[in-house]
């Protein structure tokens, strides 16, 4: 199989040079995947970022600092000046406050360290095609019990629109969405449409961040 003309360039930012090069060998051996550059720090990252402007940043959230939010700072100014690269927080660390923020602040993804690497591979694609990409870990912590409802009683979702917003926090594409719920693609777009207007958001990983802190994703 052919490669693509234009492979998925991407940037790792993270602190351990053993996890730089680890991700390097994994996502060199395939063939619509180029590294396009690496950083250590948040200074060097911001600045790799704005010189090659790649699809897909993989962004540890520790840059050296003593608390494991360092990468929130560059996950913010990546987004706000990048309209075209995606973020996914890699990291060893998941709790329900992280993953939202990182949501908040516009990331695509959210990947423990430990995933397997054809797991990495799939998020990393289906971010690049405009999915969200969350390992399983982070998909259980986002469809489960929020607590709650909803902070203003303003946003609703019919029973269908909320069955497709845990399958979308779920990684899952329009397509398979359409085939699980036996609707056609066109109509699950316009549920998408519908569900953005409703909650008053623009992209799939702000829609999914809206709904659980509205309490509207549950078990």
């Known amino acids: 199989m052919l490669a693509p003309l234009d492979p998925i360039r991407v940037v790792m930012i993270d602190d351990h040079a ?24 948040p200074t060097e990252a911001l600045a790799v970022v704005a010189d ?33 690269a995606r973020v996914i927080i890699f990291t060893a660390f998941l709790n329900r ?4 923020e990182a949501i ?30 969350f390992d399983n870990q982070a998909v259980s912590l986002l469809v489960g019990s929020v607590g709650s409802g909803a902070e203003d009683g303003t946003a609703s979702l019919s029973e269908r629109e909320t069955e497709i917003v845990r399958l979308v926090a779920q990684g899952l594409t329009n397509v398979e969405i359409a085939k699980q719920c036996f609707l056609s693609e066109s109509t699950v777009k316009y549920h998408l449409r519908r569900i953005n207007h409703n909650l008053g958001v623009t992209h799939r990983a702000e829609m999914v961040f809206v709904a659980t802190r509205l309490g509207l994703i549950s078990d």
């Open 52 to 84: 090659v402007n790649p699809d897909i940043v993989l962004l540890d959230l520790k840059l050296g600092a003593s608390k494991p939010d360092e990468g929130f700072k560059v996950c913010r100014e990546i987004v706000a000046a990048n309209s075209t």
């Open 18 to 41: 053993i996890v730089r090069h680890g991700l390097q060998a994994v996502l060199e051996l395939e063939p619509d995947i180029m590294v396009a550059g690496q950083a250590s720090n």
């Open 97 to 100: 406050q992280l993953l939202l």
């Open 104 to 133: 908040k602040l516009g990331a695509s993804g959210y990947v423990q360290k430990e995933v397997d690497a054809e797991d990495l591979l799939k998020i990393v694609r289906a971010v690049h095609a405009g999915e969200v990409g």
